[in-house]
């Protein structure tokens, strides 16, 4: 595809166009996958979670410059509907992050959220590996780390920073969340605020107690990322976690199970489009689906019906052979 | 099915097992929904959302006495992890419910959060239909509306509350979580707090800027649900939307379109649930899947080669022909 080569040979505008395709999930995707698959690089992937409000982009920003100053290149993923780099807060943020937008190193992409309801697109995944293919170093990807599909993204990246803020109420939240068991590092936030080395202290305990496996022991960092306070720590506790991750052979594991994640999660989807096309096509299952929706017939009876032998097995295996041979 | 016979006679245990076996999606489930989808009775749901601290579960426990006092019961689902109904508050809230626990005619079942993350179970939906066909006249569905798992649960309910608390920057947050095109109803709780009316202001111009529907204007009230002001008023809002959903069509359409959408999630489990069992087993297809796992080819074209006609296909129709007689 010429648009991938564009893109591999560094073309800034080709990777956009790109992105745009993968986020809205177009008909182009899997040979978009198939044609950036064998370059992919050696991106690093760093998920930032944690609630509203508690500077998660102010923790991308400065650690970005960190990481420009290694000579490196990052690129942003913003999946946070209230980032300001998707442009969900306020104008002073905005500007500044303006210093990456003028910096050729750094590709900052805000998602669209999906449908109207303002949640994660499940296609993050598809344009992490655009960025790595396209041979950035670092990808940040932020996040609220609220619902499923958010935590399943995380699932994509290699270290997670749980950000929190010392607020009254923030730990058991974040437990109840599940923050707490994706977390390869906390950060305390705006650590100047009271509170904060209470928050540090429960967080170390919390971990201490529940750290039976002995790879990796959690670190709790304090920062005050809008004073540039602690980024450089972190950033050292994310490489620390990276060389842990790669001498146990933790992150060749998981690079595995994200491949067997895809192709399953690839099979699912081509396997149900091509059954909701049926249903839609074939005048016996769409007299099926006219029973449901009037309520004669459950839709447990229903499906049974559908996917009996001799009905839509027999008509998908004819649709399919029509569309090319068997071989 | 025996206990499905004994839960539609009215044993409360009975429920309470099946909602067990529904909310972890068992095998059983298909024969269960099949079993009960006769005896939907005429339950009507309200689902209550909003961010964590809204005061969700007293609204909810308010509304359940006014209900109670009406003589109609009540079935309550708490998937909202930090609802002192499923044990996630303080020791205060949990002992104020159990005035419900007490009484028979309100039957309180907490969910289970889904795998690890805490996030709220896509099986929600069912067991809204087991409290809809032991009888229940509302069901209320507590929840924290953040996710897109949520929001999705959301398309099970018949009116939704969106419970909102005088805190600054909670419209601007309320807007991106999607909370806005689901509310039917907004409650501005914790009124006595400083910043209510303005709160209230500026939902009602929101809610008239976008209302293009003439059909239904949201309404936007203010509640103290501790001191249980404003909710006969709520509870007279949400009978309101009823008829109104009654009176247009509207709710006969809603539950056509659940229907609907019932019949495809089951074809679409089954079949990829065959798929997986499949991969699993065919030992050409297993081969395709270390390959992924290995790197040696890449998710999209292997999703080509297991789903070309004659592999898949032909062991798949194959399998399912062992299984049951083609009619």
Redesign the interface.
């Known amino acids: 595809m010429e648009l991938v080569d564009e893109m591999l040979r560094g073309d800034v505008l080709s990777l956009a166009r790109l992105i745009t395709t993968v986020e809205r999930d177009g008909a182009d995707v ?1 040979r978009i ?2 044609a950036i ?2 370059h992919l690089g050696k991106a690093y992937c760093v998920g930032i979670t944690g609630p ?2 508690a500077g998660k982009s102010t923790v991308v920003d400065r650690l970005t410059a960190v990481i420009r100053q290694q000579g490196l290149t990052v690129g942003i993923i913003a999946a946070d ?2 980032s300001p780099f998707t442009g ?1 807060a306020v104008l002073g943020d905005r500007i500044r992050m303006q210093q990456h937008y003028l910096d050729e190193g750094v590709f900052i992409r805000s998602m669209a ?2 449908g ?5 697109p499940r296609t993050t995944g598809g344009v992490i590996k655009l960025l790595n293919a396209f041979g950035k170093d670092f990808i940040l990807v932020e996040t ?1 780390g ?6 399943d993204i995380m699932e994509n990246v290699d270290t997670t920073v749980v950000v929190l803020v010392p607020e009254a ?1 923030d730990t ?2 974040t437990m ?3 923050l707490f ?2 977390a390869d590092i906390f950060v305390v936030n705006k650590a100047d605020r009271p509170g904060a080395d209470n928050l540090v202290t429960e967080l170390q305990m919390m971990v201490h107690l529940r750290c039976e496996e002995s790879w990796w022991q959690v670190p709790v960092m304090a920062t005050e990322a809008i004073n540039n306070v602690g980024i450089e720590e972190l950033c050292g506790q994310i490489e620390k976690h990276r060389q842990t991750l790669e001498e146990t052979g933790r992150l060749t594991q998981r ?3 994200q ?2 994640r ?3 999660e ?3 989807r ?3 489009d091509e ?2 096309r049926l ?1 839609k096509h074939d005048e016996e299952l769409g007299q ?2 006219a029973m ?4 004669e017939i ?7 019906e ?5 009905t839509l ?1 027999a008509s ?2 004819r649709q ?2 029509k569309r ?1 041979p ?2």
């Open positions: 899997p996958m198939k698959y064998p509203p409000g509907p209230t969900g959220t999906r109207s309801h303002g949640g994660l609220v609220v619902g499923q599909t958010e935590l109420g058991i939240q109840k969340a599940g068991e994706i690079r595995q199970e491949r067997r895809e192709f399953m690839t099979v699912e081509r396997v149900t059954l909701f249903i099926h689906m449901v929706e009037a309520g459950d839709p447990y009876s229903a499906a049974d559908v996917l009996r032998p001799g097995m998908w295996s399919l052979a090319r068997t071989s």
